[in-house]
């Protein structure tokens, strides 16, 4: 496994277009209202790449169970949808449903990868409860990550947060390391395993990690529908996803996919 370390000069590219994804989806989440469908905001985030002179990451990836590249710029996943939902003019988005929104460009040869779940209009307080522990587990690996520390660690407190909840973390979906390609080794899960600790990453820096919870309401289980893509939990209750590109930078991490100027 060979993880790439990233140069202060690349880092601040990465960063670059770590803005263009945060600007895209906190546009998203602005437009993600009772009424609107999916395939609305899929087309708000291809014309906003456009106009930023990026690339979207995930148009055209090859499915890998049947010949139907993903055709979206945007994953819109809702409800007991996990990721990799398609967009479509179908999916009209009602009051009380959560929505996952993930995306990722590449601008310059470098890439931004991120994601949030919200809530469409009020929501129940169960749901929001699996929103607010997610997100929160993203925190922690963002507050904990820093040159010196192994992943384990960091992810035995996620998994923590999860099941004291009372929640399950999905197992079949890991975060990646990311740069120059938006899928790069290290996987890195947000649940500890035999394989994990027999194969840590101690974190340094200079290294590039999408930390991506998922975390299911009811049991882990998942499964892919007949489009090749939709990933739905097997009991079909809700699931969410936060998702951050994080560099481990001297004194800890530093978030590239926030909405800020340079
Ligand atoms: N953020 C997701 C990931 O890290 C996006 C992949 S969707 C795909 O894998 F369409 F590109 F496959
Ligand atoms: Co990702």
């Known amino acids: 496994m060979a993880i790439t370390l990233r140069s202060y000069r690349e880092l ?38 456009r106009e930023a002179g990026a690339i979207p990451l995930f148009k055209g990836v090859p499915c890998p169970y049947k010949n139907y590249p993903f055709p979206g710029v945007i994953c819109a996943s809702v409800n007991e949808q996990l990721v990799h939902g398609i967009p479509s003019e179908k999916v009209i988005l009602r ?32 749901r929001q409860r699996l929103l607010d522990v997610t997100r929160r587990m993203l925190e922690i690996a963002i507050e904990m990550m ?17 099941n004291n909840a009372g929640f399950s973390v999905v197992r079949d979906y890991v975060g990646h390391g990311i740069g120059t390609e938006m ?33 299911n309401m009811g049991k882990e289980k998942v499964r892919t529908l007949a489009d090749g ?7 079909r209750k809700c699931s969410a996803h936060f998702e951050h ?16 100027q340079l």
């Open 245 to 260: 590109t994080i560099a481990v930078v001297q004194d800890g991490s530093r978030v590239l996919t926030l909405n800020e």
């Open 146 to 162: 820093a040159p010196g520390i192994k992943w384990s660690t960091i992810a035995a407190e996620m998994e923590a947060c999860c």
């Open 95 to 126: 009051e009380g449903d959560i929505l996952s929104v993930d995306f990722g460009v590449k601008l310059d040869g470098y890439c931004g990868d991120s994601a949030f779940t919200i809530g469409i209009g009020r929501i129940d307080p169960q």
């Open 229 to 235: 893509w939709t990933v739905v939990t097997q009991d």
């Open 183 to 215: 899928h790069e080794d290290p996987k890195v899960p947000n649940f500890v395993s035999r394989d994990l600790l027999k194969n840590d990453i101690l974190l340094k820096e200079g290294m590039v990690l999408a930390v991506e919870p998922m975390v």
């Open 12 to 49: 601040e590219q990465l960063r670059r277009a770590g803005s263009v994804v945060a600007k895209v989806l906190s546009k998203l989440k602005e437009c993600a209202k009772p009424g609107v469908s999916t395939a609305q905001l899929d087309a708000i985030a291809a014309q906003m790449t």
